[in-house]
């Protein structure tokens, strides 16, 4: 005569174990455990994806900030003759002579902290919108 049970006996105690009962323990935590190890490298992978786009926008604004320094290199303000203005129309304070400016191909003129994201954005001149920069590489979209 024999019989089939899932129940085994507990070795300190006189109450049996329930077999199926451990076992979908183990099965639901081993669940849990792989959806979370798949969570955390799935962040991983973002932040570093995020890591690599962003470095790539930091090069590629390096790469417009030398090639708008070259074309329009910074000088001071009172080394300008004849300035189209006298006061900054982006921060509207006036120009002071030890201010460091662009003077753009328009002759439109700006502190050069105030312009610069300007024209690696939009590459044209904030008052007239005649264009800045000879062949300004590729456009950046700054998120």
Partial sequence: MSTTTTE???MDCDE????QGFLLFVLATVCISTCTLNCLKTCWDL???RQRIAASKNL????QMRQLETQL??????????PINDSCVVCIEDFNNDDN???LVCSHIYHSECVDMWIIEKNTCPI?????????GEALTLV
């Fill in 8 to 10: 085994m006996p507990c």
């Fill in 16 to 19: 049996p174990l329930d077999f």
């Fill in 47 to 49: 932040t570093k994806r």
């Fill in 60 to 63: 590629l604004l390096q790469n």
């Fill in 73 to 82: 290199p910074t000088v001071n303000y009172d080394s300008i003759e004849y």
């Fill in 101 to 103: 400016v662009r003077k």
């Fill in 128 to 136: 007239c919108k005649k264009t800045v920069l000879i062949n300004p």
